[in-house]
């Protein structure tokens, strides 16, 4: 039965964008994905310009958990954790009440950017087999998955999945810094909120996104 995820992002990155402002998502894109903190700071001061009745300033209330997304590996003591960074200083903001790194890959995947094509990526499933959640704590109500750059949604579908299994219970969406516009060539803003609902079909294991 298919079920919904809801999902936000902050900003905007074209791929295969020529202009000035897609060149400079592609930075702020390899700024957000080395961990840069000032890079990330200005990604936290356009959250707090939002209202407070926008959609992405609400999933932030009631202190919820902040889970790092994965990434493509098992972690390795010492290795950069982008997700993990911008959690922190999420929290730091006073963006969210805790952060816990609830989900882990069991085994390696391969890194979605190493292919040119949707179907040669790994797919929701494959996602989902390589995932294990930690020990589940006690009354978890609410839980944001931060990402750094939803693409298709694959991962972050996954970890969802596996995260409500654990804590069935919980209000689980996801909070990525930044959306890939794959096609688009002249990218007007970088900065666009944007909170939508992605649908996934496992019995097809298929997601259906939103413009």
């Known amino acids: 039965m298919p079920f919904k995820i809801n999902f936000a992002t902050m900003l905007e990155f074209a791929t295969r964008g020529t202009n000035p402002s897609a060149e400079q998502s592609k930075q702020i894109c390899g700024n957000i994905k080395a961990g840069n903190a000032k890079v990330i700071e200005r990604l936290i001061y356009h959250i707090k310009q939002l209202p407070k009745d926008h959609p992405i300033t609400l999933m932030f209330q009631d202190n919820p958990i902040l ?8 972690l390795v003591e010492g290795a950069l954790w982008p997700t993990k960074i ?22 390696r ?12 990526r790994p797919s929701c499933n494959t996602h989902y087999n390589s995932l294990i959640t930690s020990p589940p704590l006690a009354f978890v109500n609410k ?69």
């Open 67 to 74: 889970v790092p997304a994965p990434r493509s590996t098992p």
């Open 86 to 107: 911008l959690a922190d200083l999420f929290l730091e903001a006073g963006l969210g009440g805790s952060v816990e790194a609830l989900i882990f890959r069991a085994y």
């Open 109 to 120: 995947v391969p890194r979605s950017s190493s292919f040119s094509s949707a179907d040669q």
């Open 143 to 211: 839980i944001i998955l931060v990402d750094d750059v939803f693409t298709l949604g694959r991962t972050s579908c996954a970890c969802v999945r596996r995260l409500q299994e654990a804590y069935p219970d919980a209000n689980i969406s996801v909070f990525a810094a930044m959306r890939t516009r794959g096609f688009v060539r002249e990218l007007k803003y970088v900065v666009k909120p944007s909170y939508k609902t992605m649908v996934y079909t496992p019995e097809y294991d298929i997601i259906r996104l939103p413009d």
